[in-house]
């Protein structure tokens, strides 16, 4: 098994720019997030997804849209990017919400000009 | 609102020493707590994944304990070891409404010098 990918491992973006961060899980999990991680604020969630076709907003949703058509991809869309969005970004999975482990990515670290 | 929060945020030990990780919580009604390391620049690997009804998990020289009632979870390492130097991340799982996410504390960043 891949576990969890992502791609890219690196980009820069300049203000109102879009682009879509890449995930992946070859593990058949039904739960999917996206988290971010800035100095000193932590791992925050952004949005996440319960199975195909269903997801939710966690704590930071603004400026963020995402979608689930398969069990194995979610990606997470910028809109219109902001420097205020400059920060790594995670994809994690589990086989369900609540009790199980969550598996992370290796990152995306993004740059907003 | 859980909030977690990690003790020291930074820690320095020789090599072989055994050492404690502490990690708070402020809402007992939490439903597991995970346990990270992170790499520089890497992602985050699971260690061990406590459930609300267990005390303890081991794996290889590291053992995690989870105290509800105070609010605390710790992470002993035994004979620590060079290759442990990373950021050490603790998480915990809402129950009910709010099991939907971790909630991290920030993290500490362990050195341990040969």
């Known amino acids: 098994n891949a576990g969890v990918t992502q791609t890219p491992k690196f980009q820069v973006l300049k203000t109102g720019q879009s682009m879509t961060l890449q995930c992946a899980q070859d593990?058949?999990?039904?739960?999917m997030s996206w988290y971010r991680q800035d100095p000193g604020m932590g791992l925050r969630l952004i949005h996440y997804s319960v199975g195909a076709g269903i997801t939710d907003q966690g704590e930071v949703p603004n400026g963020y849209n995402v979608s689930r058509s398969t069990t194995e991809d979610f990606p997470l869309r910028l809109l219109s990017a902001a420097p205020s969005q400059t920060s790594v970004y995670f994809c994690?999975?589990?086989?369900?919400?609540?009790?199980?482990?969550?598996?992370f990515g290796p990152g995306t670290r993004l740059t907003v000009l | 609102k859980q909030e977690v929060t990690q003790i020291p945020a930074a820690l320095s030990v020789p090599e072989g020493e055994n050492l404690v990780l502490n990690c708070s919580f402020t809402?007992?009604?939490?439903?597991?707590l995970q346990w990270f390391r992170q790499d520089p620049g890497k992602g985050l690997t699971s260690l061990l994944l406590i459930q609300s009804s267990q005390r303890e998990q081991t794996s290889g020289r590291l053992n995690a304990s989870l105290d509800k009632s105070s609010g605390r979870s710790t992470l002993y390492i035994a004979a620590s070891q060079p290759g442990d130097s990373a950021t050490y991340l603790c998480a915990g799982r809402g129950s009910g409404g709010s099991n939907y996410k971790l909630t991290f504390g920030k993290g500490t960043l362990l050195t341990v010098n040969p």
């Open positions: 593990m058949n999990h039904e739960y």
């Open positions: 809402d007992s009604a939490i439903y597991n």
């Open positions: 994690a999975s589990s086989y369900s919400i609540g009790d199980n482990e969550q598996f």
